[in-house]
């Protein structure tokens, strides 16, 4: 099928993350293993690109998914909200291995859309006057006290959607949309892996997610796997 | 000290939380923690209670049949669910603008601590072993009513609702409603009314379990056991 | 069909404006006569309720849709973007009757949506060092200024949507859909005019654009029109 | 002074700056202001340009036919419009996300003034007649690009591109193009070079409906006219 697609932005997924340069800040969408693009992350530790910072919700298992980032050695920091699912995290952090960076769940989704629709800095009810937002600014508004959350932005976004379009249009399925479609508004080069490309217009206008405005690479996980 | 089979307290919390939200006649839309507060559901018998999950759906149905498990429909504690009809899905910062924005009426959480401020610690034991706050501190800010679902006291018998929290806090002066095996505790105007006491607990156990000071209803009632 | 629904948000719309106190803020849908609550607006305009401060992209034309509600002498104030397709806007604030704001549309959007949200402010490059933005802090982000704005909250919502479920869960139809799903979120009170209601389980989850939680009350205009 | 018939000017402006964006070999992504900037759309040929719309729309097709007018599926000048294939709705705060978040290339305005400093005034004649800003100054602000499209002087033949604006300000320093009938306008690191003159007038003639201070390119060409 894909043969006779005139889709522009179809990449293998090894061409997709040899785009993406050491150092760089890269957001990965998923949760708790569902909804994570998993090709990609397979591609990127086989690359060997380091110096990483990671933007995610968790870090998947130690040794799986997400995980093999950190094995790998291919991790210079964290940026995200829950890494219980991963002891190796805390080791790492403990040992001085990388630098983590905790954000409360909600603050980070929030400070990703941020990120993509140009708003430098938000206040949030979320965290004031606990261990998370230490050293953060704080102020009032209404009598009640906010913290100042900035943006988070990233260079490079791998997100896992359903089905793309040829023109790079999006949707999702289920659980799996999680952090996707914020993240793919939020970097400067944004990857999505999906499980099958579409005709242009065979997206239901009304259903689209994530508009093809956003999207740079499509990697085609149905034809790969 | 009266001690309940671990298994009997946790029911007894999750049904005891549950009838807070049956007897609603309006819809009303809850997010369940980990643990304790997942098992409020088997206990929901209004159909005018919603489920939503942080993770990005709204009107979550039971934990899916072994064989008809989708890794990709699970709740927030990565437990395969299904859905309802008339179900919804979204990204994770509409889900989180729904616990923020006040659209979420309860919360159900566990808690490490819980104080006489109706300050609440539940997201980390400062052991070098954890890393991780996920969604905890914004239901806590976010959501109209914040539940506490834990056991009276730690397995080791030292109590857990306290006068001050000394674990890292998730949210100050938060929590509406402690439900634990023994009792059920009110948060009215910042003070902490004990309204409910099980049937095998006198007054005084209770106080000898529970450091934190709390005043006693006017019509302090036995706690309902199933 | 209605009587074979279980729709317990199911009002008349006259019942439903009648929910609406005299001096509220009131988020009004549509752009340019596609997707304003055609319907509620005529009900709003025969109740007689007054003094209220009108949130929304334009005022429709003079005695027409929304611009019937400023001939009748019912509005107190606006806040809104774009005044110029209905000239007895900028009459009545010339001659003292009523107070207008003016926000730039996508500051406007982003206000609502934060009301909504539960943010209380946030910064952005629009309109900075302009007229719009006289009297309003300015900041700097990594060398460049932004504006903050507070966000836009109100005590009641009326919106158009295309078709609800029993529930209230919400789909619109094209360029109609507009400010309705971001006002959704951001009132006290949220009164849906849809086209059709139909049964729970009617509509697709993965395309669901305002999730039941966020709407209070709905009219049916395809039974009443 | 030279004057182009209105229809004409109008539709050379319109015509050059469709040349800018139908040379483009990657996807891009632009949203026409009102007037001459939506006529651009009639000249675009290539299939890789995509029209937003601020209201909520991305992929807009062709005005509509009469007969086939939707009056739900318009352009933000209110304007009947179709779709294409492969288009998208969607709210109003993701359309401005969209633009503020400098995902939309280009943005095509007209203008009451533009001066040498890039600043440019297209929202409000304070002639107490006029109360509204609408998207103006969000897609100044977050467009990639920023071209205008006007006429070079006023119908009564006073020049608009001037040494400073003297009517309220849509944004500083955000004009990226001008495009008149007799001159296209680029401004680079601050500055305003003269980079095209139309056949029919000198570089005198435009001196003198041009108060603005402009550098001529060391490559100065001839406007292209269709």
């Known amino acids: ?225 | 000290m009266i001690v309940l089979p671990e298994d009997q307290a946790k029911q007894r919390i999750a049904w005891r939380i549950a009838q807070e939200f049956n007897r609603t006649e309006c819809p009303l839309f809850i997010n369940l923690g980990v643990g304790i507060p997942t098992m409020v559901a088997d206990y929901i018998n209004n159909d005018q209670v919603f489920i939503q999950a942080e993770n990005g759906m709204l009107g979550l149905g039971p934990a899916a049949e072994e064989g008809k498990k989708d890794p990709m429909l699970i709740n927030a504690g990565r437990i395969p669910i299904t859905e309802t009809p008339g179900c919804s899905f979204f990204d994770s910062c509409t889900s989180f603008g729904m616990i923020r924005g006040g659209h979420v009426d309860a919360t159900v959480i566990g808690a490490f601590e819980v104080d006489q401020e109706g300050n609440v610690a539940n997201w980390i034991i400062p052991n070098g072993k954890q890393l991780g706050v996920g969604g905890a501190m914004d239901l806590v800010a976010g959501a109209k009513k914040v539940y506490i679902a834990m056991t009276h006291t730690t397995k080791k018998g030292a109590p857990k609702i306290i006068p001050s929290c000394t674990l890292p806090v998730t949210g100050y002066r938060e929590v509406d409603v402690i439900v634990t095996e023994f009792a059920l505790f009110r948060f009215l105007e910042g003070r902490m009314f004990l309204e409910e006491i099980a049937p095998e607990v006198s007054l005084e156990e209770l106080r000898e379990m529970t450091t934190a000071q709390f005043i006693v209803a006017g019509d302090l009632k036995t706690y309902p056991v199933p």
Not at chain 1, 114 to 141: C, D, L, N, Q
Not at chain 1, 188 to 214: K, M, N, Q, S, Y
Request: charged residues 20%; aromatic residues 8%.
């Open chain 1, 1 to 225: 099928m894909g043969s006779e697609l005139r889709c522009k932005k179809l990449m293998s997924k090894e061409a997709a993350v040899n785009l993406i340069k050491p150092g760089s800040r890269v957001l990965i969408g998923g949760f708790g293993n569902a909804g994570d693009p998993k090709l990609l992350i397979d591609a990127l530790c086989s690359s060997g690109i380091g110096d990483l910072v990671i933007m995610s919700n968790d870090l998947g298992s130690p040794n799986e998914g997400l995980g093999k980032l950190l094995t790998n050695g291919q991790v210079r920091g964290l940026i995200g909200t829950y890494y219980n699912w991963n002891p190796e995290v805390a080791i790492a952090y403990n040992e001085g291995r990388i630098f983590v960076d905790l954000v409360p769940q909600g603050t980070f989704a929030e400070a990703v859309r941020a990120a993509g629709v140009g708003i430098p800095a938000f206040y949030t009810p979320t965290a004031v006057g606990t261990e998370i937002a230490k050293g953060k600014e704080t102020r009032e508004f209404n009598g009640k006290t906010y913290v100042l959350q900035e943006a988070l932005k990233a260079d490079v976004a791998l997100i896992k959607a359903y089905k793309a379009d040829e023109l790079g249009n999006l949707v999702y399925y289920k659980t799996a949309r999680n952090f996707n479609p914020v993240m793919a508004m939020a970097a400067d080069l944004v990857i999505a892996e999906v499980d099958e490309v579409v005709p242009r217009g065979c997206l239901d206008p009304e259903c689209v997610v994530t508009p093809h405005i956003f999207v740079d690479v499509i990697v085609n996980g149905g034809e790969l796997s």
